[in-house]
């Protein structure tokens, strides 16, 4: 039985990743942050589970601003993989953290790599979570492992400098070390304050009349998303591969955030259509047609008020989408697309969820949630 060591385990990939690995018969330990709240959520169907907690999954506090910690966890645990997933990983908030940023998102890399070789784990295999983010101002398109960097955010300059740690790391000291440059990756699991999520969560709760509006930034900003579980399948397969090596995970394939908004609203049944730009642009509800919403409400008992809310709550004309500056990026991002045909050669791997399919994956999800638990 091979033992992973897993850092950001309550998160989005963490927690599909805990799920691949128990599945293929692993002994899974994740490290947490001490919180005054519980912050398992996407983990308590495994962790309330008495075959798996403290059998086959093992919860550890700690931090990767905390050198002593980590070292502690590796001499206890002696890992055979480790994926570092945890990060300050908002983009936006980035800017308004940019210290905590740089020290979780990159010395937290080093601190990780030091404490690897302080304890002697030489066989021990290790994932770096890198992102599209650093190519920021896109050189290339698409993007792959040989595309210059140009990160825009602290975000990206912190995940740039474990970009090159890992490198480092991997050409002095013969550490099986590799980075996941992986793209946009979403699914129901995903944060509510990031963009995608954002939307569906927003949209359903318009459609249901506890929201009037989704308020966004940079609706022409390009990104290529796919499905976070098959990225997650990625990770493990860049730490099965012969030799440590850097890879892209993407689609190939690139959408702008409007066009996210105008496939979470026809699934909802309404049209959109929009009126300005920039800053004042906004998206009218053109036409409403609830058959083809019914897929997303016809498993709920509170259809009914749904069906209520819907027909007397929203109207033709009326502004569910609008743009607040605040959301804006000091430094923005335009284009980002991936070339990931290194994965699919080396690895096996590529992404197989439409753009389309993802987005109903999502507002099926949340609509889900606002029908049964009213929020």
């Given at each position: 039985?091979?033992?992973?060591?897993?850092?950001?385990?309550?998160?989005?990939?963490?927690?599909?990743l805990t799920e691949l690995l128990l599945e293929k018969d692993y002994e899974v330990h994740g490290i947490i942050r001490r919180s005054s709240s519980f912050?398992?959520?996407?983990?308590d169907h495994l962790y309330n589970d008495p075959e798996i907690l403290n059998k086959k999954l093992f919860l550890h506090y700690g931090d990767l601003v905390?050198?002593?910690?980590?070292?502690?966890?590796?001499?206890?645990?002696?890992?055979?993989?480790?994926?570092?997933?945890?990060?300050?990983?908002?983009?936006?908030?980035?800017?308004?953290?940019?210290?905590?940023?740089?020290?979780?998102?990159?010395?937290?890399?080093?601190?990780?790599?030091?404490?690897?070789?302080?304890?002697?784990?030489?066989?021990?295999?290790?994932?770096?979570?890198?992102?599209?983010?650093?190519?920021?101002?896109?050189?290339?398109?698409?993007?792959?492992?040989?595309?210059?960097?140009?990160?825009?955010?602290?975000?990206?300059?912190?995940?740039?400098?474990?970009?090159?740690?890992?490198?480092?790391?991997?050409?002095?000291?013969?550490?099986?070390?590799?980075?996941?440059?992986?793209?946009?990756?979403?699914?129901?699991?995903?944060?509510?304050?990031?963009?995608?999520?954002?939307?569906?969560?927003?949209?359903?709760?318009?459609?249901?009349?506890?929201?009037?509006?989704?308020?966004?930034?940079?609706?022409?900003?390009?990104?290529?998303?796919?499905?976070?579980?098959?990225?997650?399948?990625?990770?493990?397969?860049?730490?099965?591969?012969?030799?440590?090596?850097?890879?892209?995970?993407?689609?190939?394939?690139?959408?702008?955030?409007?066009?996210?908004?105008?496939?979470?609203?026809?699934?909802?049944?309404?049209?959109?259509?929009?009126?300005?730009?920039?800053?004042?642009?906004?998206?009218?509800?053109?036409?409403?047609?609830?058959?083809?919403?019914?897929?997303?409400?016809?498993?709920?008992?509170?259809?009914?008020?749904?069906?209520?809310?819907?027909?007397?709550?929203?109207?033709?004309?009326?502004?569910?989408?609008?743009?607040?500056?605040?959301?804006?990026?000091?430094?923005?991002?335009?284009?980002?697309?991936?070339?990931?045909?290194?994965?699919?050669?080396?690895?096996?791997?590529?992404?197989?969820?439409k753009f389309e399919e993802l987005v109903h994956i999502m507002i099926k999800s949340d609509m889900h949630k606002v029908l049964r638990r009213g929020f």
């Open positions: 039985m091979k033992k992973a060591l897993i850092t950001g385990i309550t998160g989005q990939d963490g927690s599909y912050n398992t959520g996407r983990i905390d050198t002593s910690n980590m070292n502690r966890l590796l001499e206890k645990i002696e890992p055979d993989e480790i994926y570092n997933l945890a990060a300050q990983s908002h983009v936006k908030v980035s800017f308004e953290v940019p210290d905590y940023t740089a020290q979780v998102d990159a010395l937290g890399t080093l601190r990780f790599l030091d404490a690897i070789r302080e304890v002697g784990l030489r066989k021990v295999k290790f994932y770096q979570a890198s992102t599209s983010e650093l190519y920021g101002k896109a050189r290339e398109i698409p993007q792959n492992e040989e595309t210059p960097f140009y990160p825009r955010s602290p975000y990206g300059v912190a995940k740039l400098y474990g970009y090159w740690i890992i490198v480092n790391y991997r050409e002095a000291y013969n550490i099986f070390a590799s980075n996941g440059i992986l793209f946009n990756h979403e699914s129901p699991r995903r944060g509510e304050t990031f963009v995608t999520r954002k939307i569906t969560r927003a949209g359903s709760r318009i459609a249901a009349g506890l929201q009037k509006q989704l308020l966004l930034g940079n609706m022409d900003a390009k990104r290529d998303w796919g499905f976070a579980p098959e990225y997650c399948d990625g990770m493990w397969r860049i730490l099965q591969h012969e030799k440590a090596e850097d890879f892209v995970l993407a689609t190939g394939e690139t959408q702008t955030v409007r066009r996210f908004v105008e496939l979470t609203y026809n699934n909802l049944g309404i049209e959109l259509e929009w009126k300005g730009k920039g800053v004042d642009e906004t998206g009218l509800i053109k036409t409403i047609d609830l058959n083809k919403a019914k897929d997303l409400i016809v498993y709920s008992s509170n259809e009914n008020n749904y069906i209520k809310n819907f027909t007397k709550e929203l109207k033709p004309g009326d502004v569910v989408v609008a743009v607040d500056p605040n959301y804006y990026r000091p430094t923005e991002v335009d284009l980002l697309i991936g070339d990931a045909s290194k994965a699919e050669k080396l690895l096996g791997w590529k992404a197989k969820t």
